[in-house]
């Protein structure tokens, strides 16, 4: 079954980019089908959808944070990726990557915390 | 955006009981060319990620127990735990996957009575 890991720095400075990759083991990530998707979870709340890049290169993004989101493939490396600028402390989240195939929710990576401060 | 309207927001119930969790969406996730209602049932164990436990509003994931069921269509949805187990204590969200952005409701936390 597919696995997903999310990396990337724990800690970020206001004003900057966040970047996170998540690697994806036991599947393709070219696999016909699969949308590969980013969740963010605010510390003690509920889950907000940040987008998605299905496995042909489209992408779509939540309208609330499309302005600074870029989510990419790796197809190299079997990883995507997710850029998020200009983030403030309201960034501050774990972030999960996960995949959909048809857009059928079935796979989480386990998540990574960052914290967006000075 | 369709909104996901979870309920209650806790319960506590006894071991071996049955536990209910409803969700409501602000339109139909019903798609009428499929007859598949996209809606998604998630498990958050305390300090894990959440895992997929029912998609299409009914169909468990590979693995899943079955005193986990789903049910509802249209707009109308709930989660039933029978025979509570104590590895049951999670937060419960359902997601809708019809239309873009998708949701998830705000979350039901279930406990040990």
């Known amino acids: 079954q597919v696995q997903l890991q999310e990396s990337g720095p724990g800690l970020v400075k206001p004003s900057q980019t966040l970047s996170l990759t998540c690697t994806v083991s036991?599947?393709?990530?070219?696999?016909?089908?699969?949308?590969w998707i980013w969740i963010r979870q605010h510390p003690g709340k509920g889950l907000e959808w940040i987008g998605y890049i299905y496995y042909s290169g489209s992408t779509y993004y939540n309208p609330s944070l499309k302005s600074r989101v870029t989510i990419s493939l790796d197809t190299s490396k079997n990883q995507f990726s997710l850029n998020l600028n200009s983030v403030t402390a309201a960034d501050t989240a774990v972030y999960y990557c996960?995949?959909?195939?048809?857009?059928?929710?079935?796979?989480w990576g386990q998540g990574t915390l960052v914290t967006v401060s000075s | 955006d369709i909104v996901m309207t979870q309920s209650p927001d806790s319960l506590a119930v006894s071991l071996g009981e049955r536990a209910t969790i409803n969700c409501k969406s602000s339109?139909?996730?019903?798609?009428?060319?499929?007859?598949?209602?996209?809606l998604a049932w998630h498990q958050q164990k305390p300090g894990q990620p959440p895992k997929v436990l029912i998609y299409w509003a009914s169909t468990r994931e590979s693995g899943v127990p079955d005193r986990f069921s789903g049910s509802g269509s249209g707009t109308d949805f709930t989660l039933t735990i029978n025979s509570l187990q104590a590895e049951d204590v999670a937060v419960y969200y359902c997601q809708q996957y019809y239309n873009t952005p998708w949701t998830f409701g705000q979350g039901t936390k279930v406990e040990i009575k």
């Open positions: 036991g599947g393709s990530i070219s696999s016909s089908g699969y949308h």
């Open positions: 996960a995949s959909a195939i048809s857009t059928v929710p079935h796979y």
């Open positions: 339109q139909s996730v019903l798609y009428s060319s499929n007859d598949k209602n996209y």
